[in-house]
């Protein structure tokens, strides 16, 4: 088996088992509209982020993260609490040749709750430390 392939198994298990604790899943577009990237990340973005032009679209932006996807989808439903999940590659340059690649899957999960914000975060790192306790 193939390092991809056993990421993506442990993605899709993740995935499952955040959909198990009551996620919605996200869909996004890979090509993300520039103009709401750097309006939420600044122009330091469009350094770390592939960009082109798309001539109905104007100018496009791969993935960087699931963060404006996830958020827009909350923001649309508007479900209070909301729970979310997303899998996917994102994409980010890299200034130098390291361990992390350019082109990589993300896998997460987001739990909003105004009401609670604490009980909220304690949930995540309550979920996140069982899926990640060693067998």
Same mark, same amino acid.
């Given at each position: 088996?193939?390092?991809?392939?056993?990421?993506? !198994?442990?993605?899709?298990?993740?995935?499952?088992?955040?959909?198990?604790?009551?996620?919605?899943?996200?869909?996004?577009?890979?090509?993300?509209?520039?103009?709401? !990237?750097?309006?939420?990340?600044?122009?330091?973005?469009?350094?770390?982020? &592939?960009?082109?032009?798309?001539?109905?679209?104007?100018?496009?932006?791969?993935?960087?993260?699931?963060?404006?996807?996830?958020?827009?989808?909350?923001?649309?439903?508007?479900?209070?609490?909301?729970?979310?999940?997303?899998?996917?590659?994102?994409?980010?340059?890299?200034?130098?040749?390291?361990?992390?690649?350019?082109? &990589?899957?993300?896998?997460?999960?987001?739990?909003?709750?105004?009401?609670?914000?604490?009980?909220?975060?304690?949930?995540?790192?309550?979920?996140?430390?069982? /899926? /990640?306790?060693?067998?």
């Amino acid at each position: 088996m193939t390092a991809k392939v056993a990421i993506r !198994l442990e993605a899709e298990t993740l995935f499952a088992a955040f959909r198990a604790a009551g996620a919605q899943p996200v869909e996004a577009d890979i090509l993300q509209p520039a103009e709401t !990237l750097l309006d939420l990340y600044g122009e330091d973005i469009r350094a770390r982020a &592939y960009v082109t032009a798309d001539p109905l679209r104007g100018e496009m932006m791969l993935r960087p993260d699931f963060t404006l996807p996830v958020v827009q989808a909350h923001m649309a439903h508007g479900a209070d609490p909301a729970r979310y999940c997303y899998m996917g590659e994102v994409f980010r340059k890299q200034d130098t040749t390291g361990p992390r690649a350019s082109e &990589y899957l993300q896998v997460g999960f987001e739990l909003f709750d105004r009401a609670a914000p604490e009980a909220a975060d304690a949930q995540v790192f309550a979920l996140f430390a069982r /899926l /990640l306790a060693p067998l």
